[in-house]
């Protein structure tokens, strides 16, 4: 009896401790990523000099003189903005030429030196004024390259670089985000910048703890892989970072755009995509604007793959936003409403068959990702949603809750009619914080949920289901 009990003892003690190692290994959302996630689409601006030299990287050597936007109003942004949907505004502060959109102490290139508004505008002031006064959010994105700064290339611009990041969290803060390009050029002495970036992201978290911080690999948010704002099926939003640097040394775009199913940080990728070819605005491309439809197709690739879209929005040479923007943006708004504002599932009911048997499952269709079921591999299907009677549904959301981790890596849908015949099945991979799953529309009454593989049980917070206009999703690019 004694062998007994101690040998209960040690498997019980080697299974809690296994479970503290497994923990351990399991990357968990910081709070200030668990915010930023309740977010998943933003404005990406860029405005400065070469708005108006028609260039996408300035040179640096431009005179101040040019920057002189007739019409600047930030608060038609932030108008613009809210009708569109998007919950912020991220604006290039500085780019690689250098130019400053505030009157910064610590160059000489900035609107200060400018003729607008006699040198007495600061754009980061006006837009953070007006972001509060709509509700929105504000974040920065600052280029450490800079074709202009006279100490670039020695290691006292660094200090510039901390003393900007201080300036700006210090006097247009709070910041949701703060952005920083990989970019490592040459400057005007034509050396490159060895950055510091253990000092510019410890200035970063002392000075602003709640700013997640993106960069190709975080800390906070990670680069995608690309620049078309798609992100990769499967997406983890782990990645593992040891090794790799900034820049050149970032991982292969592939990693970056599937993330490590197994990495140690939880670095979720966010989609960087503009609205036009550019990401400055160039007249030449008014006719180039991307159309709803294809801004919609963005959303499912980007937002509908677990990841965040920051979707560049560049104001004209008046300093508004274009009117070839504006009207796409509304109509992929409306596509937006017209396609998920009707959850089929909130009428349906919700079960869930666990080892206390079936029973209803409100956690499911509760329009609430805090309520989860915990789902098991199993052969058959855990967690169902009935409707009254067939009808149509060509586009599925799911929902995982990220809060404990990521976990489903592989799960499959059983699609059904009232007569019980199977109509679909459909396979798919990782879930994260929004899964957007599109077919021809088919009459069903039942979607049946599998997990096929995972690293730990499945949260489960959400099984959504929509007709969306047919046309949409049989003429998706
Ligand atoms: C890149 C920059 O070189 C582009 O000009 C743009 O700002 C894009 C968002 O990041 O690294």
């Known amino acids: 009896m004694k062998t007994l009990i101690i040998t209960t003892c040690i498997v019980f003690f080697f299974l809690i401790s296994f479970a503290q190692t497994s923990d351990l290994k399991n990357p968990v959302p910081s709070d200030r990523q668990l915010e930023w996630n309740k977010m998943e689409y933003y404005f990406f601006v860029h405005f400065g000099p070469n708005t108006f030299t028609d260039l ?56 200060r ?8 505008g600061d754009v980061l002031k006006e837009l953070s004024e007006a972001c509060k006064e709509y509700g929105l959010k504000f974040g920065v994105y600052l280029s450490p390259w800079d074709r202009n700064h006279p100490k670039y290339g020695t290691p006292e611009y660094n200090d510039v670089f901390v003393n900007m990041m201080k300036e700006i969290v210090t006097n247009y803060g709070p910041l949701f985000e703060f952005w920083w390009d990989g970019a490592n050029g040459e400057g005007p002495n034509g050396k490159k ?3 510091d970036w253990h000092r510019f992201e410890k200035t970063m978290r002392d000075l602003s ?29 782990l990645l593992d970072t040891a090794g790799f640097k900034r820049g050149e040394g970032a991982p292969p775009n592939d990693t970056l755009n599937h993330g490590n199913a197994y990495g140690k940080n939880w670095i979720p990728a966010e989609c960087d ?18 159309t709803p439809e294809t801004l919609f197709d963005l959303y ?16 004209d040479r008046r300093g508004l936003i274009n009117e070839h923007d504006s009207i796409n943006l509304i109509g992929f ?42 789902i098991e591999l199993t052969k058959f299907e855990p967690a169902e949603i009935i409707f009254e ?51 021809p529309a088919i009459n069903i009454s039942k979607i049946g949920i599998v997990i096929d593989d995972q690293k730990a049980n499945t949260s489960m917070a959400e099984i959504e289901a929509y007709h969306i206009d047919d046309q949409l999703v049989e003429h998706l690019p």
């Not at 030196?113 to 007495?120: C, F, L, T, Y």
């Not at 499912?300 to 560049?312: D, M, Q």
């Open 56 to 111: 996408e990287w300035g040179k640096g050597t431009e005179h101040e003189e040019v920057f002189d936007p007739s019409q600047l109003d930030c608060r038609q942004w932030c108008r613009i903005a809210k009708a569109a949907g998007a919950e912020g505004i991220i604006i290039t502060a500085k780019h690689h030429d250098g130019f400053c959109l505030w009157p910064s102490k610590y160059s000489t290139h900035t609107v």
């Open 113 to 120: 030196e400018s003729k607008w508004r006699n040198g007495k």
């Open 193 to 195: 910048q060895i950055y």
């Open 209 to 237: 703890p709640q700013t997640v911080v993106f960069s190709d690999i975080g800390p906070d948010i990670r680069w995608v892989g690309n620049e078309n704002g798609i992100a990769g099926d499967p997406n983890w939003n």
């Open 273 to 290: 995509v503009s609205i036009r070819p550019g990401w400055f605005y160039h007249q030449q491309e008014d006719g180039k604007v991307k």
């Open 300 to 315: 499912l690739k980007s937002i509908g793959r677990g990841a965040h879209l920051i979707l560049n929005v560049p104001p």
């Open 333 to 374: 708004k409306k596509l937006r409403d017209q396609s998920f504002n009707t959850n089929l599932s909130i009428k349906a009911k919700p079960y869930f068959l666990g080892q206390d048997g079936r029973r209803l499952a409100p956690a499911l269709n509760d329009n609430n990702t805090n309520t989860f079921e915990s």
């Open 389 to 439: 009677k067939d009808q149509p549904v060509n586009c599925i959301i799911l929902k995982e809750n990220l809060i404990k981790g990521q976990y489903c890596a592989r799960f499959h849908m059983m699609l059904r009619n009232e007569k019980g015949e199977l109509v679909k099945r459909i396979d798919g991979t990782t879930i994260g914080r929004k899964k957007i799953i599109t077919f």
